[in-house]
């Protein structure tokens, strides 16, 4: 099973939308409405932040949310702040195999 | 609140075996309600699920590494174990275990905190 595409890097000023895109196949993301988006810092564990396509786990700002279209999913972060400058990492179930992302840098300017 | 760690040597030699044990506290591994899984990240990139065991000790290994992994269980001692054969400087990274709901939820959480490995002579 090869990695979800996500770009490597992503940017927005404060108080801007920015959106992440990761993209699989009908085997992973298109097949199945398990997606999670991972936040990690650097020199730091990866948190869950999104489950299942679009839910949010309790303590995760209602600022970022998930979506799913076909075999691409998507993570956006509206009305940036400073602290959700991080790399963000989407994964998929795929049939007792789990797939994540390359990853994505968010930059806030 | 269930805690994870991850402990091992940080230098494993080419061609040698890198094995890792992650110490759970506060939750039983034996336990139907969760699986227990191995991620990797190379220095400067992605995540990779290297595998993950359940209750009764099955287990499922991502298809890219399968041939050179095994991974198991000592619920005496709350423990879950990764054993990578034939290292190669590609297997360089930070290894998490993580607890993970069951299939077909991917929700891996906690994390340990993460040990590094580096493969060289």
């Known amino acids: 099973q090869s990695a979800l595409t996500q770009p490597p890097s992503a940017s927005g000023s404060p108080g801007q939308s920015v959106t992440i895109s990761c993209t699989g196949t009908?085997?992973?993301?298109?097949?199945?409405?398990?997606v999670s988006w991972y936040q990690q810092y650097p020199g730091k564990a990866p948190k869950p932040i999104i489950y299942?396509?679009?839910k949010r786990p309790s303590g995760v700002p209602d600022r970022f949310s998930g979506s799913k279209s076909g075999n691409t999913a998507s993570l956006t972060v509206s009305g940036l702040q400073p602290e959700d400058e991080a790399s963000y990492y989407c994964?998929?179930?795929?049939?007792?195999?789990?797939?994540f992302g390359g990853g994505t840098k968010l930059t806030v300017l | 609140q269930v805690q994870l760690q991850e402990s091992g040597p940080g230098l494993v030699k080419p061609s040698e075996t890198l094995s890792l044990t992650c110490t759970v506290s506060?939750?039983?591994?034996?336990?139907?309600?969760?699986?227990w899984g191995w991620i990797r990240q190379p220095p400067g990139k992605g995540l990779e699920w290297i595998g993950s065991?359940?209750?009764?000790?099955?287990?499922y290994y991502s298809p890219s590494l399968k041939s050179r992994v095994t991974i198991s269980e000592d619920t005496s001692r709350n423990q879950f174990s990764l054993k990578l054969r034939s290292v190669t400087a590609a297997d360089t990274g930070v290894y998490y275990c993580?607890?993970?709901?069951?299939?077909?939820?991917?929700?891996?959480?906690?994390w340990g905190q993460g040990t590094q490995v580096t493969v060289s002579s």
């Open positions: 993580a607890r993970h709901n069951l299939p077909p939820s991917n929700w891996f959480d906690p």
């Open positions: 009908s085997s992973d993301v298109g097949g199945y409405d398990f």
């Open positions: 506060g939750g039983s591994i034996d336990s139907r309600s969760y699986y």
């Open positions: 994964s998929s179930y795929a049939s007792y195999n789990w797939v």
């Open positions: 299942e396509v679009n």
């Open positions: 065991i359940y209750y009764g000790g099955s287990t």
